[in-house]
């Protein structure tokens, strides 16, 4: 059984940072490509930041280049999304994810606030 489960979220001020962390189990995570995905306060869910299965290769939206960096343990099956220069329009749940096959598994999601 798949399961992800992130954490990580929280309230925060523009420009600071956090770290979101996801723990994967139920597949084999060296084998996959995992992914962060947001979704702001009503609107729809967009890809962040995507990383190989042996992080040697990553992918970001044009929005947060340079502010957040994902990144992997294949050894702890876990895999991380670090932001900083935190904006407003950041604020969103943010959902770990990974394709297997044609199906796509998300964990429950952690919220990021970024606000004054």
């Known amino acids: 059984q798949v399961r992800l489960v992130e954490s990580g979220g929280g309230l925060v001020q523009p420009g600071d940072s956090l770290r979101l962390s996801c723990a994967a189990s139920g597949f084999s995570f060296d084998d996959s490509v995992m992914r962060w995905s947001r979704q702001p306060p009503g609107r729809q869910r967009e890809l962040v930041a995507t990383?190989?299965?042996?992080?040697?290769?990553?992918h970001y939206v044009d929005s947060v280049k340079g502010r957040f960096t994902i990144s992997r343990d294949n050894v702890k099956n876990m895999v991380f999304l670090q932001m900083n220069s935190l904006k407003s329009e950041d604020t969103a749940d943010y959902y770990c994810?990974?394709?297997?096959?044609?199906?796509?598994?998300w964990g429950q999601g952690t919220p990021v606030t970024v606000s004054s």
């Open positions: 990383i190989s299965n042996d992080g040697g290769m990553t």
């Open positions: 994810n990974v394709r297997l096959g044609t199906a796509v598994h």
